[in-house]
């Protein structure tokens, strides 16, 4: 067989495949089936007239009987308040670890259900080390959290990460527990 038959042989091979995976019995001008049960009119859900309390506006048959809620109500904002606000690290270490996972998770769940919150993400070390680079551990701290956050559902625009290095210690003290509690990312609200 000579190569430009081969070649020929080949592209009318593929192209008998091509139309072949085209067909389908599917058919695609078929209109989407739509619930159709009565909405009420004028005082029905999303319409923006009127309150609906737990009963309904007007009281019309086929409303549903679900209140609205207002993510950004006071009730809200104080059940975020609540939320855990440290994230502490190993030695010499920027990584978040599993145990802090919770904290991150709850609010970046909070970020992403209000977009205007912000928080400020403020890295710090324990006194051992330069200055230096105690400033660029605690800037890598605050940024590996932010990380974590934004895969979770937060924007970077509502999070600003920022390092005082060891110039601002959570615990005086010259040992372990005191250095423990000085290796952390606080998230406060800005």
């Not at 004028?42 to 993510?71: E, H, I, K, T, W």
Request: aromatic letters at 4%.
């Amino acid at each position: 067989m000579k190569p430009t038959s081969l070649i020929l042989s080949a592209g009318l091979t593929a192209l008998a495949l091509v139309v072949g995976g085209c067909a389908s019995d599917v058919k695609l001008d078929t209109p989407v089936p739509v619930e159709t049960r009565g909405t009420g009119g004028a005082g029905a859900a999303g319409s923006g007239s009127g309150s609906a309390g737990a009963g309904g506006a007007a009281g019309s048959a086929g409303q549903s009987g679900v209140a609205s809620v207002d993510l950004n109500k006071a009730g809200n904002t104080a059940a975020n308040a609540n939320l855990p606000r440290i994230v502490y690290f190993d030695y010499d270490s920027y990584v978040v670890k599993d145990e802090f996972r919770n904290v991150v998770e709850a609010n970046s769940r909070m970020l992403g259900t209000d977009r205007t919150r912000r928080l400020s993400l403020e890295g710090h070390t324990d006194e051992r080390g330069g200055r230096e680079y105690n400033l660029a551990l605690g800037q890598k701290r605050a940024e590996s959290v932010a990380r974590a956050m934004t895969l979770l559902g937060a924007a970077e625009s509502q999070l600003e990460a920022v390092s005082f290095g060891k110039e601002r210690p959570a615990a005086t003290g010259r040992d372990e527990s005191a250095w423990a509690m000085n290796r952390r990312v606080e998230l406060n609200a800005k």
